[in-house]
């Protein structure tokens, strides 16, 4: 059985990019942390983008889950948690120093 298109995606990003998967998980999770926040006009301090970014981390480890237990029969939880702290450490930071007032003011320094 082949990979998942899912996963040619994302090996493919990782050879046009030449950043490793942890890398990619970083950038990514900042990405739909910012998309998230332009598209919806939503400041750093709502939840709502972070809701957004935790979402696509769970459906891309979901994703990376099933194509785990077809291919190999088995599955790494502890790699996809892993890649989901990954995705969500920046913009759980921001998020946290916006809504404590402490973004605002290192921004203004």
């Known amino acids: 059985m082949e990979p ?13 990019t030449g950043l490793s998967r942890d890398s990619l998980h970083l950038h990514i999770g900042l990405l ?3 998309l998230a926040m332009l598209l919806g006009r ?3 301090r709502s939840l ?16 990376d889950r099933h194509n785990a237990l077809s291919l190999l029969g088995h599955w790494h ?5 892993h890649d989901w702290v990954n995705t969500l450490l920046w913009p759980s930071l921001l998020c946290l120093l916006a809504r404590s007032g402490r973004l605002d003011t290192a921004l203004r320094t």
Request: hydrophobic fraction near 65%; avoid cysteine.
């Open 77 to 81: 939880w502890q790699a996809s948690l």
């Open 32 to 34: 739909v942390w910012l």
């Open 48 to 63: 709502l983008p972070l809701a957004m970014a935790a979402l696509a981390a769970t459906a891309g480890e979901l994703l």
């Open 4 to 16: 998942s298109l899912f996963q040619a995606g994302k090996l493919a990003l990782v050879d046009l």
């Open 42 to 44: 939503r400041s750093p």
